[in-house]
């Protein structure tokens, strides 16, 4: 290739967002395994920055989630992503959460959103469909938790509250409030 079609060649791919910014790879450990997860690559491409935020495992350390940030002007976009022990990554449909923690068995990641009043539930598997949206209104969450069959959910609006549901249906088996 001659020098002169270098240039333009050269000048063209760094107007391409895409290349401007190398997506950042991070290490997850799955006992003597590593797998190394890319972020993904969001539609886009607008974005300033971006960067992982939470990597958190399951009960049996078989699956990990990462939650990667987007960032542009003032905004911020999330989305989660799924990976198991052989480096196979799924990412989670509206994922765009805070909190968020794998089910004692593995099989549902919960999260809470980022207006911190919707619960959400998705089944993993092969293929991860759109969660279960479960609202809850007036409430602003502060903390999630998950046992066996129950889902406790604590936060606060004018005192404080905590909800519990049972999974994977999301019904109501007690909600508590105080002044």
């Known amino acids: ?17 895409s290349l401007q910014t190398p997506l950042q ?18 539609k886009e491409q607008q974005f300033e920055s971006y960067s992982y935020r939470n990597i958190i495992y399951n009960k049996g350390k078989t699956q990990a989630a990462i939650r990667w940030c987007y960032f542009w002007n003032k905004y911020v976009t999330c989305q989660v992503t799924v990976t198991n ?20 068995d ?3 990641l919960v999260g809470i959103g980022t207006g911190n009043h919707t619960l959400m539930l998705w ?10 949206v479960k609202t809850l209104v ?12 129950e889902l406790c959910i604590a936060g606060s609006n004018a ?7 049972n999974w994977p249906d999301l019904s109501s088996v007690a909600v ?3 002044a």
């Open 25 to 42: 790879t991070v290490p997850l450990y799955f006992g003597s395994k590593t797998v190394y997860v890319s972020a993904p690559r969001q």
């Open 159 to 165: 005192g404080s509250f905590y909800v519990l549901l």
């Open 106 to 108: 593995g099989r549902y």
């Open 138 to 149: 007036n409430m602003r969450v502060t903390d999630l938790q998950v046992s066996e069959h």
């Open 1 to 17: 290739m001659s020098p002169g079609t270098l240039l333009p060649l050269l000048l063209n791919l760094a107007l391409v967002p």
């Open 123 to 132: 089944t993993l598997g092969r293929t991860i469909a759109a969660p279960k």
């Open 176 to 178: 508590q409030k105080s």
């Open 85 to 104: 022990g052989y480096g196979k990554t799924q990412a989670l449909p509206d994922s765009d959460i805070e909190q968020f923690i794998f089910t004692p």
